[in-house]
């Protein structure tokens, strides 16, 4: 298939264009690079020893898109562009309403008036809010978010849901998320994260190389068993693979498809930092610090039914994760950003 990507130079989408092409797909990328690098669409070609076709635009540029559908024939779309910056959704919440909304608005329309009616949409663990069934089956009912970023993603599956549920010629496959960490094993390509990063692992990598002091853990007094908080940390590239096996939610016209990619285990924050200790053999100083607003104790998936319809499961343990996302931050100290091509810009 031809697939577009929007948000393809992103950290998912950079993983999913390696994935595409191994499996013998086609791809078109659409970014307008508000939180990605030119270089990382470069490292992803000379990964796949392939020009990556490529479209710099805005999604929500009505024009921009419809040329785009004009130049090349589009099969499916995995629609990655959005913000996800959970802190700055809460400073900004109209201008991430207004991306992450408006976006997908206008791709939607083009796509239908193109005669492309199949999605994949990026969505996330965050729509199950303070999940009412642990390990999360994708029958668990949806929550309240606690921020404007997670309320784009579940207002967007809603709003993918009635575009289906009106016309049936629709597929759309929504993808919940669990927390991706991990880069290729190349260490080329990785997560690239602007500031000082919100997530977990790139704030243990920055600290390990002594970018951060120390990690601040949030919280050790939930109810987990070393009182830090419980994620289902899922290795990109494994994420990546469950976008190619989604495509076969497509193949088999499914109408509306909805998937939880992780890997079914949780590991506390604790757990995290000491397999990245022991795995890259080097410490990571932490303090405990308080509960982070928003925050939840835990969240892991059940993800048989992914394995059940799409013979999908992620391959890659914590071990992995941690080895690969030190490794891209090892070699990129900088990000994407050297010397070369910081000139270029
Ligand atoms: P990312 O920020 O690295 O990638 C998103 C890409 O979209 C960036 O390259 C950005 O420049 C682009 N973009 C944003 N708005 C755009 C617009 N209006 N027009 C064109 N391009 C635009 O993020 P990621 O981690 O690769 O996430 C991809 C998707 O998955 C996002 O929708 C995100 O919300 C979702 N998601 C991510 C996580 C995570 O933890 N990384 C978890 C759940 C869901
Ligand atoms: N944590 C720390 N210190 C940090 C950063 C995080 O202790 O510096 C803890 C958090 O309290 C939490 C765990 O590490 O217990 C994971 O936190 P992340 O910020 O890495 O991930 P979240 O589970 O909070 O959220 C992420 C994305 C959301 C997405 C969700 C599910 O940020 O956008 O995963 O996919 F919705």
Known sequence: MNILLTGGAGYIGTHTIVELFKAGHSVVVVDNFVNSHPEALKRVESIAGRQV????????????LEKLFSNYAIDAVINFAGLKAVGESVEKP????????????VLVDVMRKNNCKNIIFSSSATV???PAIIPITEDCPKGQCTNPYGWTKSMLEQVLMDIQKADHSWNVVLLRYFNPIGAHESGLIGENPNGIPNNLMPYITQTAIGIRKELGVFGNDYDTPDGTGVRDYIHVVDLARGHVAALKAIEQNKGLAIYNLGTGHGYSVLDVVKAFEKVNNMKVPYVIKPRRAGDIATCYCNPSKAKEEL?????YGIDEMCRDSWKFQKNNPNGYETETNSKQL
């Open 94 to 105: 109209l201008e991430y309403y207004e991306n992450n909304m408006n976006g997908l608005f």
């Open 311 to 315: 013979g999908w499961e992620a391959i």
């Open 53 to 64: 076709p490529f479209v710099q635009a805005d999604i929500r540029n009505r024009e921009a």
């Open 128 to 130: 199950y809010g303070d």
